[in-house]
């Protein structure tokens, strides 16, 4: 039932995901210098090793911090409000369901996540039919991995954006915050997905995901219970 209640929730936020994907598909274009650190795309160990092929690479790693915050902006939320669909009738539904709150929250948390990744997998293998179809090999172990590190990223922005909308509500200020948090973690987010190219873990930033996750899901259940939810 709590799974099928997220799914009635999420599935706009499902179809505005992939809208806004498609949109950052047709207006983010290389040469992504976001994931340049130090070095040009070509001079990292990834462009010495594949060649040219780094920058099919990047044609997916320089749009999967555009997308993480796109599905972070439509598909966010603890099952009580969200930026794209305020409080309303269906938070007095939710709240006659016999879960706790804290499954509510990690179970929609889980929903999201699934919704953001099922959307990333498919958009990501249209990408990649749509590049071998005019003739570009496509680099799948680097692709992979970044698209892989971008969940965790994923993870904790849902969490966090979810605490925010839940503490704040869905009025301007909340959308503030919001873009607030992607200016500031922009750039961070570029960091870890770009890991490939350098040859390197982003262990930090993963470490910062796997605290961050938590400590939001649990604010967010504090937030619950001090506003009677």
Do not use: K
Request: aromatic share 10%.
């Amino acid at each position: 039932m709590i799974w099928y209640r997220h799914w009635l929730e999420l599935r706009t936020g499902l179809l505005v995901t992939v809208g806004l994907s498609l949109l950052i598909a047709l207006t983010v274009t290389g040469p992504f210098r976001l994931l340049e650190f130090g070095q040009t795309l070509t001079e990292t160990r990834l462009g010495q090793t594949i060649g040219d092929r780094v920058l099919v690479w990047a044609e997916f790693a320089g749009r999967t911090p555009f997308f993480i915050f796109a599905a972070t902006l439509a598909l966010a939320g603890a099952g009580f409000d969200s930026l794209l669909r305020p409080s309303g009738a269906a938070v007095a539904y939710t709240l006659t369901l016999p879960v706790s709150r804290t499954r509510l929250i990690c179970t929609r948390l889980a929903a999201a996540l699934a919704a953001t990744a099922l959307a990333g997998v498919l958009l990501s293998a249209a990408g990649a039919a749509i590049l071998v179809a005019r003739g570009h090999g496509i680099p799948l172990v680097p692709v992979v991995q970044s698209l892989a590190l971008g969940v965790p990223l994923a993870a904790a922005l849902l969490a966090v954006v979810g605490a925010l909308v839940t503490l704040l509500g869905s009025y301007p200020w909340t959308w503030l915050a919001y873009f607030v948090l992607y200016l500031a973690t922009m750039r961070p987010v570029s960091y870890v997905v770009a890991g490939p190219a350098r040859g390197d873990a982003p262990w930090i930033p993963l470490i910062a995901c796997l605290i961050v996750i938590p400590a939001a899901v649990a604010f967010t259940v504090r937030v619950a219970w001090v506003n009677e939810y």
